[in-house]
């Protein structure tokens, strides 16, 4: 089991169950865990107002929409940019699924699905003429092996941490 002070492994179980499947019913989850669905109710509400929990959302399948061609967008910002505005401009943005702060060359990575080369292309201009972009590097993704639907939080056997 992976240690956290603040929670047991039941809860623990519980996260990594809502991870792989959010619609899960509470008597499902239940099962998972060795409790009855009010105690589980009780749980997940508890783990949702103290924030380990933050929302529930489906995961679509980009591609079948349409959005084609995802990317990472590094960006360098100039000294005088600052994070707060940086952030509210790339928000207005609908093509960024994630936008990260790092260390590195970049100030910024962010993860962009568009429809095509084209629509990559665009969306690069519209970020180029944000005032205090210094320049942009883009990897275009050839492929997704896996993607993990979340952070492991209880040990597997297979796993060595």
Avoid: C, W
């Avoid at 783990?47 to 360098?76: K, P, T, W």
Wanted: avoid cysteine.
């Amino acid at each position: 089991m992976i240690a956290h002070p603040e929670l047991d492994q039941l809860d623990l179980q519980l996260v990594e169950a809502l991870q792989r499947n959010a619609r899960s019913t509470f008597a499902e989850l239940g099962t998972i865990v060795g409790l009855k669905a009010p105690a589980v109710h009780e749980r997940v509400k508890r783990l949702e107002s103290r924030g380990y929990l933050r929302g529930y959302a489906a995961q679509v399948d980009n591609r079948r929409l349409g959005y084609e061609l995802m990317a990472f967008v590094g960006v360098i910002t100039a000294p005088e940019k600052t994070y707060d505005e940086f952030t509210a401009q790339i928000a207005t943005l609908p093509e960024v699924l994630e936008m990260h702060s790092v260390a590195g060359d970049e100030t910024f990575l962010l993860k962009v699905a568009t429809r095509s080369t084209a629509h990559l292309d665009d969306f690069l201009s519209r970020v180029k003429r944000i005032p205090g972009i210094a320049r942009t590097q883009t990897t275009i993704v050839l492929s997704t092996p896996f993607e993990r639907p979340g952070v492991v939080v209880v040990e597997h056997p297979s796993l060595t941490l």
